[in-house]
């Protein structure tokens, strides 16, 4: 079946704009995580949405980031005036339950954000 | 908090020998532990998990890793490696409450033939 999808692959902005970053999950699965991988380093937590709530937003770096769920599949990432330290790869995942022990969670390719 | 750390950034093994990729954690109680493979335009793939019982778990591609709670490791390994191997492996560690992984900062395999 479909794996999780992340739109768009590759995403260059400038200085001060701002982004959405997109993620469909597999469905019905009611867990759906978010995280950044900077270059060279292992992926780092952003949030954590069970369903249409986000359970756990304690890793967003500041109020410029904010990620919604509006009917529990779709989510989107947004940043506000970017910064050139925002450049990352920003991975979601999914996965059929919440909790690192319930079910494992299915990577997308992430999207790559570079930030001018 | 838990933390990760993968010694080594890089590794460079022969096609056919053995492999052992290091993962030290800490962590105040028993962890769920996993190892995930990246490999180039692909997204992260679980390998296999400790989550508790025996020691030593067995995952997918022949890899298995050791859980030692008295050297605070969970190493994974190889008997014999394939050029399809070569990518880059992640450690994680989650706390049993929890909804988040932490993760290592990678190793990058690399195979010669």
């Known amino acids: 079946g479909a794996g999780v999808s992340q739109t768009p692959s590759n995403k260059v902005t400038e200085k001060g704009k701002y982004v959405e970053l997109r993620c469909d999950p597999i469905s019905g699965h009611t867990a759906l995580y978010w995280y950044r991988q900077s270059l060279g380093q292992g992926p780092e937590f952003l949030i954590y949405f069970q369903g249409t709530g986000a359970a756990d937003d304690s890793g967003l770096p500041n109020d410029r980031f904010f990620a919604v769920r509006p009917e529990g599949s779709v989510s989107t990432l947004k940043i506000q005036r970017t910064e050139r330290g925002d450049s990352a790869v920003y991975l979601c995942?999914?996965?059929?339950?919440?909790?690192?022990?319930?079910?494992?969670?299915?990577f997308g390719n992430g999207t790559r954000l570079t930030v001018t | 908090a838990q933390s990760v750390t993968q010694p080594d950034i890089h590794i460079t093994v022969s096609e056919g020998a053995s492999l052992e990729l290091r993962c030290n954690y800490s962590?105040?109680?028993?962890?769920?532990l996993f190892w995930y493979v990246q490999s180039p335009g692909q997204g992260l793939q679980l390998l296999l998990k400790y989550f508790s019982g025996d020691t030593l778990v067995q995952g997918i591609k022949g890899f298995e890793a050791e859980f030692k709670r008295s050297q605070s490791s969970f190493n994974l390994r190889k008997p014999s490696v394939h050029w399809s191997d070569a990518a880059e492996y992640f450690c994680a560690v989650g706390a049993r409450e929890g909804n988040k992984l932490v993760f290592g900062a990678g190793t990058i395999l690399r195979v010669k033939s």
């Open positions: 962590y105040g109680a028993t962890p769920y």
């Open positions: 995942a999914s996965s059929l339950h919440g909790g690192v022990y319930n079910s494992p969670l299915h």
